[in-house]
C-alpha cells in the first residue's frame, strides 16, 4: 500500500529553526510537495522537489532523498504565523497526491 | 483574481436527502478534483477530472458523483447523505494533470445529521 508518514505535532520557539520529517512509500514517485494549511483554511502550495537535494524559498527549504524515500521542511526564524499544519504529498506513478496526515506546528513565544 | 471558489461555505444536512456542492475556478485550468478532509487522517480523493467532459473515481468515491460539463465547473453531488459523510470538502485545480502544483478552494463544512 501507499503511505506518507509525518509527526502529528511538533512545538518550537519564535525565532528558532524547526525541521518536519517525511517518509513515504509509494507506488512510482513523480514530485514531493509540502503545504502549509493554518487552522479552518485551505492548504496553500510552499514547495515542490522532485530532484534529490535542497530547495530553499526564503525561510523555508525543502530536502529530497529519493533512495531513502524521506524529505523535510525546514523552517527558520520562526514566527508567531507559522502556526499552522504542515502538509507532506508525494504525486505517484498515475499522478494523484498522497497525502500524510500533516503536522502541526505550535510555536510558542 | 478570484482563483477557486466554492460553495456553500457551510451546511447542514439531514441524512437521506441530497446536496451538489458547487467548485468554480477562473485559471482556465485543466484538472480539477475533490478531496475530503478528516480529523487526523490526510486528504483523500474523491473524483478527478483530468479535462473537461472527463471523470475518474479516487481513493474515496463511494456516495458521490461528479460532472464536469465545461472547463471552470466541478460540481459534486451527494446522492443520499449518511452521517459518515460528514467532512470538509475541498476543491483543487491544476493547470495539467501530470505533475502540476493544485490549488485549492476555502472548502466546504459539511454536517449529516
Known amino acids: 500500500g501507499q503511505n506518507i508518514d509525518q509527526p502529528t505535532e511538533m512545538t518550537a520557539t519564535e525565532g528558532a529553526i524547526v525541521q518536519i520529517n517525511c517518509t513515504y512509500q509509494t507506488s512510482g514517485f513523480n514530485g514531493l510537495f509540502w503545504y502549509q494549511q493554518h487552522a479552518g483554511e485551505a492548504p496553500t502550495f510552499l514547495s515542490y522537489?522532485?530532484l534529490d537535494g535542497l530547495e530553499e524559498k526564503g525561510r523555508f527549504s525543502s530536502f529530497l532523498s529519493r533512495s531513502k524515500g524521506y524529505s523535510y521542511l525546514l523552517l527558520k526564524e520562526l514566527q508567531m504565523k507559522d502556526s499552522a499544519s504542515y502538509l507532506c504529498?508525494?504525486?505517484?506513478?498515475?499522478?494523484?497526491?498522497?497525502w500524510g496526515a500533516g503536522t502541526k506546528l505550535i510555536i510558542k513565544p | 483574481t478570484a482563483g477557486i471558489t466554492q460553495a456553500p461555505t457551510s451546511q447542514i444536512l439531514a441524512a437521506g436527502r441530497s446536496m451538489t456542492l458547487r467548485c468554480t475556478q477562473d485559471m482556465r485550468h485543466n484538472a480539477m478534483y475533490w478531496y475530503r478532509q478528516d480529523l487526523g487522517l490526510g486528504l483523500r480523493l474523491i473524483h478527478y477530472s483530468n479535462t473537461a467532459g472527463t471523470t475518474g473515481k479516487g481513493e474515496v468515491p463511494d456516495g458521490y458523483s461528479v460532472s464536469r460539463a465545461n472547463t471552470d465547473d466541478f460540481p459534486l453531488t451527494l446522492a443520499s447523505a449518511v452521517p459518515s459523510q460528514t467532512s470538509v470538502y475541498f476543491c483543487a485545480s491544476s493547470r495539467s494533470a501530470d505533475g502540476e502544483t493544485q490549488y485549492f478552494g476555502p472548502g466546504t463544512r459539511l454536517l449529516v445529521l
Open positions: 522537489n522532485v
Open positions: 504529498a508525494v504525486m505517484d506513478s498515475n499522478y494523484q497526491l498522497i
